[in-house]
C-alpha cells in the first residue's frame, strides 16, 4: 500500500467529460473518495464509477519500472533508448518517422509538452489522440460553424432550458451527473426529447423518443431547419446580423428534406412524431441540443453535427441563457488535449496549420526557426502509415490502441511490424504494451498533478494525495526528459507542471494578439504563482485580466471567431453510413459504453462493484432476431463481420430496432478473448474529421 502524501485534497474524476470535483483522501486505512460540494460541475455528487475510484487504487497490476525488451532498467537507460531510437529514425528516415499517439486521459501540462517535443523540436506532425475516437467531428463542426473548437454553452443551460433535445447521447449511462441534472429540470417540467435508434436508460425521461435509422440524424435536422423556415420562426434579424450561408443552408435543407412525411420516410419514424418534435422545437425558445458519439462517431459525424447547429443559428438560440447547441465530451480531457494542439491537424492555443501566421506565431515562441509541415495523420492513418513502415518509432501515451481502434487486427499487425513501439502507461498488462520495445511507467490518478477540462470549458486541476508507484513518474516529466536527452535542455527545463501551464496560458495569450475573437485565451492565469496554480478553483475559459473568473457562454454578442466575425451556416447534402449491411453482413453493429464501465477496464476491471452491472460481454439482440438467427436468448453467439468476430452472450432486447445489435466497447483480450467490439467495425473515417465510423459496423450472426 502507497503511503499517504497528503491527509486529503480536491482532485476530478478522471472518467467521463462531466469533470466532477472529488475530495480524495488516504487517512492512513485506506484510500477514499467522495464528491466535492464546492465543484460547479456535480455539487457534491458522484456516479457509481466515481465513487469506486478508491476501489482501482493499489501497486497490484501497475507498471512500476521502465522496461526495455521485456527487463527492467533504470530510468537513465530507458530514456537514453528512447531518444537513440528517436534520434536515429529521423537521421535515416526523416522526422516524419516518428508517431505520436495521445490520450484525453492525459492531463493538458502532458500533452502540452507532447506536442511541444514534436511538432516544434522533433518536427513531425504525426500527433494524433484517442480523442480522435471520440468528438472530433464535433470539433471540425464547431470550427466551421463559429470558427474555432469552441462549446458555447455551460452546464447550468440544461436547468435553464425548457426543451431538452439529446442526440446520440446516452447520458444516464455514459455522462450520469449531468443525466441527473437533467432529471431533476425534467421533474420541474422541462420536456426532453431522445434521438436515439436505441432506446436506452436516457430514452426513460423521453416526453419524445425518435428512434431513428441509424444515420439518418441530417435528414432529421435538415428537416427541422426548413421547417422552423415553414412555421416562419427563423431569426431572420439574427441571421442578417451575424451569421453567414444561411441561404444555401436552408437551399439545401429544403431539397433534402421538403416535409415531414420525406424526414418521416428517410428516417424510418412516424410522420406524427416528427411534426410533433418540429413543433416543440419552434415553440420552445429556450432549447438545449445536447450531442455525444451518436452523432460524432459517424462517416458524415461533421455534417450531423452542422445540421444541429444550423438550426440553433438559424432561431439565434446560441449563447443565452438556455438556449445552445452543447457537446458534450467523452473523455476527462478531450477538450484540455485540443486546447494544446492534441489533433494532427492544429496547432496549440486553438492556432491552425492553414494559416501561415499561427505556425509563425508558435515557432516563434517556442524558439525554433520552423515547426513540423501539417497537419499530420490522424489516428487511423497514423497506425496505417505505421503498417506502410512510414513511421518507425511510436510512441503511445495513456491509451490501448489494440482495443479501442477500429479493425484491431490491422492496428495488432502495425505495432507487430513497426521497428520500436513505446509504450508510457500506469498499467502493465494491456493489449498494447504487449507490444512495447520500451516500457514507460506513468503515475496514475491519485498520483498525478495537472489541470484538466471539462465539457463547459471548465478547467480544473487533478491533484495527488499518494505517492507514486515504485519508479512511476508523471508524464510531462517523462516527455521533457525525453527532450532534454534529445539537447532541448532550455526548452524542456520544466521543474514543476505549474510552469508547463504558465507557458500553455501564455501562448494562449500570444494566440490572440492580433485582436482575433479566438475564445481559448488564459492571459489572466498565465501569471499564476505555484500556490496561486496550486490553489486554482474550476474556472471556464477565456479567463483574461478582464474577466478573472471566466466566463460561463459564448458568443453573447452575437460575435463569432471567423475571420469576419460571423457565424457560417453549412450546406448539408444527407448521407448515409458507409458500411451498410447486406447479404453476407445483414445486420448492423452498434458499439458503445456501458454504465458501470471505462474504455478498456483498465483501471475500472480493478473494482469488483463495477462488475455487478454486467459482468460478461453482451449481444443485445432484438426478438425477431432471435429467431431469424435462430440464437437463444442466454446462450452465447458470435458476430462475424469483414474484419474479425465478437462472442457474447445474447441478451434479448426489443430496446433494439430489428436488424440492430448493441456491442460493449470495454472488454479486451486480458478479460475476454474474442469479444473486442472494435474488430467489426471498419476503418472508415468521416472525410473532414477523420473520426471512425463506429456506430455503424455489420456483421452476421450465429450461436457458438
Ligand atoms: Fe466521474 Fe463522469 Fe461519474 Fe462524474 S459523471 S463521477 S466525471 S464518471
Redesign the pocket.
Known amino acids: 500500500m502507497n503511503e499517504a502524501l497528503s491527509a486529503s485534497c480536491r482532485t ?9 470535483g ?1 475530495l480524495a483522501a488516504d487517512n492512513g486505512d485506506g484510500p477514499s473518495v467522495t ?1 466535492d460540494p464546492d465543484h460547479p ?2 455539487a457534491g ?7 469506486s ?1 478508491h476501489e482501482t487504487l493499489g501497486a497490484e497490476g501497475r507498471l512500476t519500472r521502465p522496461m526495455v525488451n521485456g527487463q527492467a532498467v533504470s530510468w537513465e537507460t530507458a530514456l537514453s533508448r528512447v531518444s537513440d531510437a528517436i534520434r536515429q529514425s529521423t537521421a535515416s528516415h526523416g522526422p516524419e518517422s516518428v508517431g505520436l499517439y495521445l490520450s484525453g486521459q492525459l492531463l493538458t501540462e502532458d500533452y502540452y509538452v507532447a506536442n511541444k517535443l514534436a511538432k516544434g523540436y522533433i518536427r513531425t506532425p504525426h500527433v494524433d489522440t484517442n480523442s480522435r475516437l471520440c468528438m472530433s467531428s464535433a470539433v471540425a463542426a464547431h470550427k466551421r460553424a463559429f470558427g474555432a473548437d469552441a462549446v458555447p454553452g455551460c452546464y447550468e443551460d440544461l436547468e435553464l432550458a425548457d426543451m431538452l433535445v439529446l442526440v446520440g447521447s446516452n447520458t444516464a449511462w ?5 443525466y441527473q441534472r437533467m432529471k431533476a429540470a425534467h421533474r420541474d417540467g422541462r420536456r426532453v426529447v431522445v434521438i436515439d435508434p436505441r432506446r436506452t436508460a436516457t430514452s426513460e425521461l423521453a416526453d419524445l423518443h425518435l428512434s431513428l435509422r441509424p444515420g439518418t440524424d441530417t435528414h432529421l435536422f435538415n428537416g427541422l431547419l426548413a421547417a422552423l423556415e415553414r412555421r416562419g420562426v427563423l431569426d431572420q434579424a439574427y441571421l442578417d446580423a451575424h451569421c453567414d450561408g444561411s441561404e444555401s443552408a436552408l437551399a439545401a435543407a429544403r431539397q433534402s428534406a421538403p416535409d415531414e412525411v420525406s424526414v418521416a420516410q428517410a428516417c424510418d419514424l412516424l410522420p406524427e412524431d416528427v411534426t410533433r418534435f418540429f413543433d416543440w422545437f419552434a415553440a420552445t425558445d429556450r432549447t438545449v441540443t445536447v450531442f455525444s458519439q451518436g452523432v460524432n462517431q459517424a462517416a458524415n459525424g461533421t455534417d450531423k453535427g452542422n445540421a444541429i447547429i444550423n438550426c440553433h443559428l438559424a432561431t439565434g438560440r446560441i449563447g443565452r441563457a438556455g438556449a445552445t447547441p452543447f457537446s458534450v465530451t467523452g473523455q ?1 480531457n478531450a477538450m484540455g488535449g485540443r486546447e494544446v494542439g492534441g489533433l494532427a491537424n492544429t496547432l496549440a492555443a486553438h492556432m491552425d496549420y492553414g494559416r501561415p501566421d499561427h505556425i509563425a506565431r508558435v515557432a516563434r515562441f517556442w524558439g525554433v526557426t520552423e515547426l513540423a509541415d501539417g497537419p499530420g495523420h490522424k489516428a487511423v492513418d497514423l497506425f496505417d502509415a505505421v503498417l506502410r513502415g512510414d513511421i518507425q518509432v511510436l510512441w503511445i501515451m495513456a491509451t490501448n490502441p489494440a482495443v479501442s481502434l477500429p479493425d484491431s487486427e490491422r492496428v495488432r499487425e502495425a505495432l507487430r511490424r513497426c521497428p520500436t513501439v513505446i509504450v508510457s502507461d500506469c498499467i502493465a498488462n494491456t493489449d498494447t504494451t504487449a507490444y512495447a520495445d520500451i516500457l514507460l511507467p506513468a503515475t496514475g490518478w491519485g498520483e498525478k498533478d495537472g489541470t484538466v477540462t ?1 465539457s463547459e470549458r471548465r478547467i480544473s486541476r487533478q491533484r495527488a494525495f499518494l505517492p507514486p508507484t515504485g519508479e512511476a513518474r508523471p508524464d510531462w516529466w517523462i516527455i521533457s526528459a525525453v527532450g532534454r536527452a534529445l539537447g532541448h535542455e532550455r526548452a524542456f527545463g520544466y521543474e514543476c507542471p505549474a510552469d508547463v501551464f504558465r507557458e500553455h496560458a501564455a501562448l494562449t495569450a500570444e494566440g490572440n494578439q492580433d485582436g482575433s475573437t479566438r475564445p481559448l485565451c488564459l492571459s489572466g492565469l498565465m501569471d499564476l504563482t505555484n500556490d496561486d496554480y496550486d490553489q486554482l478553483a474550476p474556472v471556464q475559459w477565456p479567463v483574461t485580466p478582464a474577466a478573472a473568473s471566466g466566463i460561463g457562454r459564448l458568443f453573447a454578442d452575437g460575435r463569432f471567431a471567423t475571420d469576419n466575425g460571423r457565424a457560417q451556416l453549412i450546406a448539408v447534402t444527407p448521407e448515409g453510413p458507409v458500411q451498410r449491411p447486406d447479404d453476407d453482413w445483414p445486420l448492423v453493429v452498434n458499439s458503445g459504453r456501458l454504465r458501470d464501465q ?1 474504455h478498456t477496464m483498465t483501471r475500472t476491471g480493478r473494482a469488483p462493484r463495477l462488475w455487478q452491472h454486467r459482468a460478461e460481454p453482451f449481444i443485445e439482440v432484438h426478438p425477431m432476431d432471435l429467431l431469424r438467427f435462430g440464437v437463444e436468448e442466454g446462450a452465447l453467439a458470435r458476430l462475424s463481420g469483414p474484419h474479425g468476430a465478437f462472442v457474447g452472450r445474447v441478451r434479448r432486447s426489443d430496446q433494439q430496432r430489428p436488424g440492430e445489435v448493441f456491442v460493449p466497447i470495454h472488454w479486451n483480450q486480458q478479460f475476454a478473448s474474442e469479444a473486442l467490439a472494435s474488430s467489426l467495425i471498419a476503418p472508415v473515417v468521416d472525410p473532414v474529421s477523420g473520426q471512425p465510423e463506429s456506430k455503424h459496423g455489420m456483421a452476421t450472426m450465429a450461436p457458438v
Open positions: 476530478t474524476c478522471p472518467y467521463c467529460g462531466v469533470g466532477c472529488v464528491g460541475a456535480n455528487r458522484l456516479c457509481v464509477k466515481g465513487a475510484l455514459n455522462h450520469p451527473i449531468l476527462p471539462n471505462w
